[in-house]
């Protein structure tokens, strides 16, 4: 009779388990619809167009009275959104770790982001600022809520299934993607038989996304579960809680080591994702409709790609899948640099080429720091780890900027950030993750 009750409980607990992992998953299935519709493939181009309408007869518009060239204002805002993350995002992953109340935080930073997105429908005319402002709520809300819903991976996946919880959640939001791109396809494509303008067209598909952000939050804010864990030494929420996270995190060394070669190639990958629409449209010369069929391919082969990288790792470990895909993206970026103007054929191959990588080296990248965290600080260090994923993300996209406005040329940008990739190979090879691992108090998976 024990014997069946302690069975009754485990498979109690892991139906539990997986209730809570199906809801964990939903997150990324609402919010990823923003980075695609509205980061990748409709605001960059867009926003910049905007611009250009408000700007002055030399090409330049003039926030706060500084000057700026019209084509460089996306990645500016995209960087003082990451600014405004660094701040914020400290604060409440101390909070959600002392409190044990994430699920609030986690709702609070959701909607706001799904408001700003949703409120881009009013983006038209010669509005840039207002689209600049928008753009750095959300995007720096984004960036919260990620960081507090990536903090719950340590705690409802054991080790030997992190690999594969995180590949689905991004295989989950990249099929949110696809799905949420054949319908802006359809309505971009065919927007005067909906009676509306190409611009309103843009500006609906941008709303949309907010909206399908907002309702989907519902899921996982119905099945994640706080846990009150109380954490000693934990620092009191305040100005210095960033300052407080680092020097807690000297301790671990091989954590931050990690981070640094993390913070490194996925400047890189942000900085692809928010700037190849730009790319695509300004430099090669092709439309809003070819962007888009791009986008969604590298959102279908991303599904695949996550789910085939998360099935490597099981085999070879996260790391050496990682390194592999860091060689992948170094080949494809730098192929992009030649590609034709005016020939999507081979933007499209460059979009298949990122999308067997993305996922799985951003999924395989979350699982692996996840073991790297103390118990009882996954948000607090997961907000440093969403500084380098979003966050500290902001080299990459002022370097595109700058470049572009040194030179006029968005192929002299692209091709900048090969570097990106190289030196985030070379400081990962050198990161010995199981003794890192070890350090952090946490249990060694059979293969990492």
Known sequence: MGTDTVRAGTAGEAAGRRREQRGW??????????????????????????????ADADGYVHPLGIPV??????????????ILAVVVMPLVGSAADRTGRKKPLLGAAAYTGAAATTGMFFLDGDRYLLGGALLVVANAAQSVAMMLYNS????????GERDAVSSRGWAFGYAAGSLVLVANLVLYSAHASFGLTETAAVRVCLASAGLWWGVFTLVPLRRLRDRHTRVEGAAAPGPRQLAATLRDMRRHPLTLAFLLAYLVYNDGIQTVISQASVYGSEELGLGQSTLITAVLLVQVLAVAGALAMGRLARRH???????????????????????????????FVLAAGIGLVLGGSQ???????????????????FSAYEMSDRGMSWLGPLLFGVTYQLTGSYRSA???????????????????VRRAIEDAGNTIPDTI
């Open 363 to 381: 999924a395989l990248s979350r699982s692996l720091f996840s073991h790297l965290v103390p118990a009882g600080k996954e948000a607090e260090y």
């Open 69 to 82: 060239r019209a084509g460089s204002f996306f990645a500016y805002s995209v960087s003082l959104s990451v």
């Open 414 to 432: 692209i091709v900048s950030l090969v570097a990106f990739f190289v030196i985030g190979f070379a400081l990962l090879a050198r990161v010995p």
């Open 25 to 54: 998953y939903f997150y990324d299935w609402a919010c990823s619809v923003y980075s695609t519709s509205v980061l990748t493939v409709f605001l960059g181009p867009y926003l910049t167009s905007v611009a250009r309408t408000a």
């Open 152 to 159: 719950y991976l340590p705690q409802i996946a054991p080790p």
């Open 317 to 347: 470990g996260a790391k050496r899948t990682i390194l592999g895909s860091l060689v992948a993206w170094t080949v494809t970026l730098a192929a992009g640099y030649f590609l034709p103007a005016g020939a999507p054929v081979w933007f």
